[in-house]
């Protein structure tokens, strides 16, 4: 795209400099053929841009762990401070017991994080009662929240949801929800970190 912009200044730039060194004499403040080719406003353009590619070359999520510094081994997970069930959830596509786990019955108001980087996933306003006790949302909280991806398992195709940023297996994601989206995010509370909002009093 730049160069592009740029090969036409250049040839553009040459023109001009052959006919400015003809007449060299002629230039009052113009000594040299280069002047009057940065002079012009087409110049301008390429910094700009340097600029606006710093700014936009660092796609940092929201305060998620990169993959690169995460664990890679089962026992750096462990030692990380994921229990054995945290693993086998969200780096075995485990799945956890209906009822029994943290978060199907959790009201509170706050976002629901992935265990395993920090990636924010859920919005607690998006959460409700599905009845099928594990936490169920009807949509994630950002486009970079989940991917999904299609799960042969168990001789039928279910769309796992996985955390975008590092991969961790969260649940399936089902067309049985309610509206505004009718989409059912079934959730393992062992591959979530619940983190509740701030009280408005600190505001
Ligand atoms: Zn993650």
Redesign the pocket.
């Known amino acids: 795209m730049s160069l592009q912009r740029i090969l036409p200044v250049l040839s553009l730039a040459l023109i001009v400099g052959c006919s400015e060194s003809s007449n060299v004499n002629v230039s009052s403040d113009a000594g040299q053929e280069e002047t009057p080719i940065s002079a012009t406003g087409e110049n301008a353009a390429p910094p700009i841009q340097t600029v606006g590619e710093s700014t936009t070359a660092d796609p940092e999520p929201t305060g ?2 990169p993959v690169d510094k ?1 664990p890679t081994t089962k026992e750096g997970w462990l030692a990380r401070g994921l229990t054995e069930e945290q693993y086998y959830v969200t780096q075995e596509k485990g799945t956890e017991r209906h009822h029994a786990n943290e978060y199907w019955d959790n009201n509170r108001t706050g976002k629901y994080l ?6 924010t ?1 859920f919005d607690s306003k998006t959460k409700y009662k599905s009845g099928t006790g594990w936490p169920s949302f009807f949509q994630p909280d950002s486009s970079e929240s989940v991917a999904e991806h299609k799960d042969r398992s168990f001789f039928s195709v279910r769309t796992e949801v ?7 297996h969260l649940g399936h994601v089902f067309d049985d929800g309610p509206q505004p989206t009718g989409l059912r995010y079934c959730m393992n509370s062992a591959a979530l970190r619940f983190e509740e909002a701030a009280k408005s009093k600190e505001e």
């Not at 992935?114 to 990636?119: A, P, S, Y």
Request: glycine share 12%; proline share 0%.
């Open positions: 998620a762990t995460l992935c265990l395993c980087c920090g990636q996933l996985v955390c975008k940023n590092c991969g961790a």
